[in-house]
């Protein structure tokens, strides 16, 4: 997303998500191979290290705290970095923590900041900034905190957040500049992998609190702490970072200059890459035109790696036909997720009958239902009529955001519908921006949504829907469900805890909230002078390893 995300996402990564955020690809598929002429058979560096690329649409907000969505990642991983970096090996590594100590029941850590963490106004980064930025997002005044629910891992926050707790209660403390200690509830084995997630970024609270807009333009007040600045941000057109010398591990970062595009349609953006005026398109901050899929992958120039997340269609439970779960099973069902991703999206992703991807859960890959099942979909229409009350289904609504596959999606499913279930479907296409409102507001019917994993646990899936609100357009909740994510975090035996979030997600499928229609895959093309461009199973692009050789 992540809003998509959530959102926020990505070509089928930030076009055809939205979303949200470790892993690996081969070396060959980031293009980081070496082969040439220079020392030791390697090719020189070239000169010129400017990289660009196209994210594709306006980030919704670069505040690390607000930000749901791909887009926004895709800036916020370069500008800004957390306790822990994910580094290429899929792993968390140390980043603004020189070191951490867990206790011995797993529920303490003590993070040591490094003494050369530096902002990008000269400032020191210190662990108040951590306590202030935390804190910040699980203050309930604070606006546009829909990924709170990242931190509830920590003793005190959600209480805090949804209850009128203190935050002065919750367990995250500036022990002295250099020290952060946070406390847990229960022992969390994903948190490394969380405190390098944009939501747990630091702010600068010396410019924080001296302004509320300090992350609406770039200039002095944009302090960030990463491996990047931002030069420049022209709204809905362009985004220009510089390397950061300030950088603790500047030594390490090899681009000088990274050029952010915000071009929407797919065919400029390839005819850029093949003018070089690109070099990088697709996945995962932007889109591949469907069309030229097919070629992509004959002349052996497409990259596809695997991605845990999943596309799919959200149902608004609280809008009528779809507040029945027979009628939204019946439309569930009455898809051919093969036709689409064989005919439509063409990047290898696979049919998704189930809500968590097979690269968590392997048997996800057969899921809970069958595929294009016509026959126990129109038994599933019938049911839920009787139970409404209706003769037969009034006019439904598809929305989604601008995107050539979304609307190739959506025109299909249109089709299908209208065919197996007979029902009359319009399409609606808005801008990003104006369709995440669309969304959150509930001002839909059925609305495209997608999701990619911020951390590799079947509960970043599972849990977006506990609550409404956040993440969660369904409006759908469930109190078994709930209460099942809630003891799944206080279990520490690993095959138990696998078993109670299988119960949460059968349950899930039964009510069909939302349409699951496939996995994802990062789908791209790269120059071949691009190195070290580490692309992501989670549908992150991290750009402080990248280089350009000589071309």
Request: aromatic share 10%.
């Amino acid at each position: 997303m992540k809003k998509w995300s959530l959102l926020l996402t990505l070509v089928f990564a930030m076009s055809l998500v939205l979303a949200a955020c470790g892993g690996d690809t081969d070396k060959e598929s980031k293009g980081s191979s070496n082969s040439g002429d220079g020392e030791n058979g390697e090719t020189a560096m070239a000169s010129d290290q400017t990289f660009n690329i196209n994210i594709k649409t306006e980030p919704p907000t670069l505040h690390p705290g607000k930000a749901t969505d791909s887009t926004s990642a895709a800036v916020l991983l370069q500008t800004f970095e957390g306790l822990m970096r994910i580094n290429q090996d899929g792993e968390p590594e140390e980043a603004m923590a020189e070191k951490v100590e867990i206790s011995d029941d797993k529920k303490t850590y003590t993070f040591t900041i490094r003494d050369d963490a530096k902002w990008s106004n000269g400032d020191a980064v210190t662990a108040q900034d951590f306590e202030s930025a935390w804190k910040w997002v699980l203050n309930p005044e604070s606006p546009d905190t829909d990924y709170a629910y990242q931190l509830y891992p920590i003793k005190g926050a959600q209480d805090a957040k949804e209850n009128g707790g203190s935050l002065d209660d919750v367990g995250i403390t500036a022990k002295d500049d250099k020290t952060l200690v946070v406390e847990l509830n229960n022992p969390t084995p994903y948190f490394l992998n969380l405190t390098a997630f944009y939501t747990y970024f630091p702010v600068n609270h010396n410019v924080a609190e001296s302004s509320d807009d300090w992350a609406q333009d770039a200039g002095d007040q944009y302090v960030t702490n990463g491996p990047f600045t931002m030069e420049s941000w022209k709204h809905k057109n362009q985004i220009v970072l510089k390397k950061n010398p300030d950088y603790w591990d500047a030594d390490n970062v090899k681009l000088e200059t990274i050029n952010m595009y915000m071009i929407d349609d797919e065919n400029t953006e390839l005819q850029m890459y093949k003018n070089g005026e690109l070099d990088w398109a697709g996945s995962p901050t932007s889109s591949l035109p469907l069309a030229a899929i097919p070629a992509l992958k004959k002349d052996g120039s497409l990259n596809i790696s695997p991605m845990a997340g999943v596309y799919y269609y959200s149902f608004n439970t609280e809008e009528e036909p779809f507040n029945n779960a027979n009628i939204r099973k019946a439309f569930a069902l009455a898809m051919d997720r093969e036709g689409i991703v064989k005919n439509i999206t063409k990047g290898e992703q696979q049919p998704a009958m189930a809500l968590v991807p097979p690269s968590i859960w392997e048997e996800n890959s057969e899921g809970y239902f069958k595929d294009k099942d016509v026959k126990k979909a129109k038994e599933y229409l019938q049911k839920g009529l009787d139970e409404l009350g209706l003769d037969k289904l009034p006019t439904v609504k598809i929305s989604y955001n601008t995107s050539e596959a979304h609307g190739a999606i959506a025109q299909a499913v249109q089709d299908m519908w209208r065919e197996n279930l007979g029902v009359d479907v319009e399409l609606n296409n808005e801008e990003w921006n104006v369709f995440l409102d669309t969304m959150s507001e509930g001002n839909y019917q059925v609305g495209r949504m997608g999701w990619n994993a911020d951390f590799n646990d079947a509960i970043n899936f599972l849990e977006i829907f506990e609550t409404v609100g956040g993440n969660n357009y369904t409006n759908w909740e469930n109190e078994e469900f709930a209460k099942l994510i809630a003891e799944s975090r206080t279990e520490t035996d690993e095959a138990a805890r696998d078993d109670i979030l299988h119960q949460a997600e059968e349950i899930f499928m039964d009510e069909m909230p939302i349409a699951p229609i496939y996995f994802y895959t990062n789908v791209w093309l790269n120059k071949d002078y691009v190195k070290d461009v580490d692309v992501s199973p989670l549908g992150e692009i991290q750009l402080k390893w990248g280089y350009i050789t000589e071309h």
